[in-house]
């Protein structure tokens, strides 16, 4: 579908697969836009019964590019501007959590093959999955404070059903990085595979195999159950970012984060 998210449709599975090898998947406008787009797509053929998303190369995803961090400051940066996070553009999301949340409002089944880093807003795509096959060496981070910023890709309302209240906060407080095997002990990883890949295409294969209209509505009962009062969250997260960036504090945190420094901040 683009350069930088490929698509391929094979006996009623969509493998996705972002494509930014040389950058470790970062997450730049295009593929913000890919991801948003596809999610669409898929979700309106309905020769589709189940998707494995994966990542090209060394990792699934290493979060946001750092042209995006670089142009928050710069205000005037055509790359890195961001609309008003409040704004609700997409349904009750904003544009950057679609591109979570499109994968988890999609009709089918979507699994997360993860391997190498899920970091970030990469962490955060991972999360919109239905289920999450993780190489037990990859290595995963709730990493926005590091940027002196919170999670706000459409991670809290579907974090706070797979994690305890404390572990979620200990790795959002932090930024911690931790191993797949330390997902699956906190809930953020469905398996564990050496082969996340291989074993997320014959867990589609094995999802096709069942009635599509039974396997689509029981995604719709599950959503229903554990996105109760999503739009709530997905708003509050816009609330408490949107402050936030360009602020000298996160300023500051870019900063020492590029530099490798301890950041001085303001009280």
Same mark, same amino acid.
């Not at 008003?84 to 959590?97: E, F, M």
């Not at 500051?252 to 490798?260: F, L, W």
């Given at each position: @579908?683009?350069?930088?998210?490929?698509?391929?449709?094979?006996?009623?599975?969509?493998?996705?697969r972002l494509?930014r090898? $040389? +950058? /470790?998947?970062?997450?730049?406008?295009?593929?913000?836009?890919?991801?948003? $787009?596809?999610a669409?797509? !898929?979700?309106?053929?309905?020769?589709?019964?189940?998707?494995?998303?994966?990542?090209?190369?060394?990792?699934?995803?290493?979060?946001? $590019? @750092?042209?995006?961090?670089?142009? @928050?400051?710069n205000?005037?940066?055509? %790359?890195?501007k961001? *609309?008003?996070?409040?704004?609700?553009?997409? #349904?009750?999301?904003?544009?950057?959590?679609?591109?979570?949340?499109?994968?988890?409002?999609?009709?089918?089944?979507?699994?997360?093959? &993860?391997?190498?880093?899920?970091?970030?807003?990469?962490?955060?795509?991972m999360? #919109?999955?239905? /289920?999450?096959?993780?190489?037990p060496?990859? +290595?995963?981070?709730?990493l926005?404070?590091?940027?002196? !910023?919170? =999670? $706000?890709m459409?991670g809290?309302?579907? /974090?706070?059903?797979?994690?305890?209240?404390d572990?979620?906060? *200990?790795?959002?407080y932090?930024?911690r990085?931790?191993?797949?095997? %330390?997902? +699956?002990?906190?809930?953020?990883?469905?398996?564990?595979?050496?082969t996340?890949?291989?074993?997320?295409? *014959?867990?589609?294969?094995?999802? &096709?195999?069942?009635?599509?209209?039974? &396997?689509?509505?029981?995604?719709? !009962? !599950?959503?229903?159950?554990?996105?109760?009062?999503?739009?709530?969250?997905?708003?509050?997260?816009?609330?408490?970012?949107? =402050?936030?960036?360009?602020? =000298?504090?996160?300023?500051?945190?870019?900063?020492?984060? @590029?530099?490798?420094?301890?950041?001085?901040?303001?009280?």
């Open positions: @579908m683009t350069d930088v998210l490929s698509v391929s449709i094979q006996d009623g599975v969509a493998d996705v494509n090898p $040389d +950058k /470790m998947n970062a997450i730049n406008n295009e593929l913000f836009d890919a991801l948003i $787009d596809t669409a797509m !898929l979700d309106s053929e309905r020769s589709v019964r189940a998707v494995v998303m994966s990542g090209e190369g060394r990792a699934f995803c290493a979060g946001l $590019d @750092m042209s995006l961090f670089a142009a @928050m400051a205000a005037d940066s055509s %790359e890195g961001l *609309e008003r996070l409040t704004d609700r553009t997409h #349904g009750i999301a904003n544009r950057p959590q679609q591109a979570v949340w499109g994968w988890r409002s999609l009709r089918v089944p979507v699994i997360a093959a &993860v391997h190498g880093a899920a970091l970030g807003g990469g962490f955060q795509i999360l #919109g999955s239905d /289920m999450r096959l993780v190489h060496e990859t +290595k995963l981070s709730i926005e404070i590091k940027w002196g !910023l919170v =999670p $706000d459409a809290t309302p579907i /974090m706070r059903a797979l994690a305890r209240d572990v979620l906060r *200990e790795l959002t932090t930024g990085v931790f191993s797949g095997e %330390e997902a +699956k002990e906190y809930g953020f990883a469905t398996h564990l595979s050496e996340p890949r291989e074993r997320a295409l *014959e867990l589609a294969a094995e999802i &096709v195999a069942k009635s599509p209209d039974a &396997v689509q509505a029981a995604k719709a !009962l !599950l959503n229903t159950v554990s996105h109760d009062d999503a739009a709530t969250l997905l708003l509050r997260e816009s609330e408490l970012q949107e =402050p936030l960036i360009g602020s =000298p504090n996160q300023l500051e945190a870019i900063a020492a984060g @590029m530099e490798g420094r301890v950041g001085n901040f303001r009280d």
